[in-house]
């Protein structure tokens, strides 16, 4: 089975060499995804949300064919505020399993970061 890398990263500035989408089969795993440093968390959660649009049309999927999705955010005292904007983005019909948890993110700001798997 062959793998596909779509969008390689090369490293500067500190951050790592990587592909922003490998789709191996049928199945695409985008990275973790995260938005620019400003705003709050619903701003962020849409930027973030859109940006995995882009990246999941790039690979031939959608967000109806997501699998699963792991959220990070940088204080959990926002995810009711983060769920709004999920719940009106994510297809009701066909929802993907999904982990929440706290973290530290990377960037001073930065309140949120997502990573899902799709099908094509």
Do not use: Y
């Not at 938005?35 to 999941?56: A, F, M, N, S, Y």
């Amino acid at each position: 089975m062959t793998i596909e890398r779509i969008g390689i990263v090369e490293p500067a500035n500190g951050l790592p060499c990587i592909s922003r989408v490998v789709v191996r089969g049928d199945t695409v795993h985008v990275c973790g995804v995260t938005p620019d440093p400003v705003g709050d968390i619903k701003v962020q959660t849409r930027q973030v949300l859109e940006r995995i649009d882009r990246l999941l049309a790039s690979a031939g999927s959608n967000k109806s064919r997501l699998i699963t999705a792991q959220v990070w955010l940088s204080d959990m005292r926002m995810f009711e505020e983060h769920n709004d904007v999920w719940n009106q983005w994510v297809d009701q019909a066909n929802p993907p399993v999904r982990a929440c948890v706290g973290a530290e993110l990377w960037k001073l700001n930065m309140l949120v970061e997502i990573m899902v798997t799709a099908e094509r």
